[in-house]
């Protein structure tokens, strides 16, 4: 069993809806979780963390964790184009980051 | 302020032959990173350094050495290169005492024929 999955998609949704993303861990004891977004051809870059159980807002993003269920999800709210990328879920494990395979999003105007 | 910076953006290598690949970062982090990532896979961890001085293995180490030669430059080198480790290869070094937010250089492209 991989340490973090991810379903690898693609994961179409029309311009204006939500799209979620999900990914769950096995490591109990992991504290940290972030969301990274990568567009084709480039590096990934950080666009939300999250520490402790419940929901974390900031503009389009909400990221929700359960630790209980070993579970983190990313909303996107309004979808637009320009969110089409790659979305990584990675997990902070005694201070390695590791990413899960990746989620495709595609957003159709 | 530049980030993280690696060298070369692009290597084709033949099966055997050996090469280096440098990063550096200018933010005084204590962590760094080696990371490659293949098409559905994800980023897979290769080796980390906590600190200067210090490197240990992540997931996928087999034919890989590092150097930390100071806290702002650690090298990813491929002693004998294999068709296998064709790849997008990612340095990171992380904020511990901010953000505690992963930066990411550009990338290096290699093809190993």
């Known amino acids: ?109 | 302020n530049a980030g993280v910076t690696q060298t070369p953006k692009f290597q084709v290598l033949k099966t055997g032959q050996s090469m280096t690949l440098q990063c550096a970062q200018d933010m005084n982090h204590n962590s760094m990173y080696w990371y490659r990532q293949d098409p559905g896979m994800g980023l897979r961890l290769i080796y980390y350094s906590a600190s200067e001085g210090t490197t240990d293995k992540g997931e996928v180490p087999n034919g890989y050495n590092v150097s930390r030669l100071n806290k702002r430059e650690f090298s990813l080198r491929l002693e004998s290169a294999a068709p296998s480790q064709t790849s997008v290869y990612f340095c990171a070094s992380f904020d511990s005492g901010g953000s505690r937010e992963q930066f990411f250089g550009p990338g290096t492209r290699l093809t190993v024929l």
């Open chain 1, 1 to 109: 069993q991989k340490e973090v999955e991810q379903n690898s998609g693609p994961l179409s949704v029309p311009e204006g809806a939500i799209a979620s993303l999900n990914c769950t861990y096995s490591d109990r004891g992991s504290q940290s979780f972030f969301w990274y977004r990568q567009y084709s051809g480039k590096s990934p870059e950080l666009i939300m963390s999250i520490y402790s159980n419940g929901d974390k807002e900031d503009g389009r993003f909400t990221a929700q964790l359960n630790k209980a269920s070993q579970y983190v999800s990313l909303l996107i709210r309004d979808s637009q184009p320009s969110d089409s990328a790659t979305y990584l879920c990675a997990v902070n494990q005694g201070g390695k980051l590791i990413f899960g395979q990746g989620t495709e999003l595609s957003v159709k105007p």
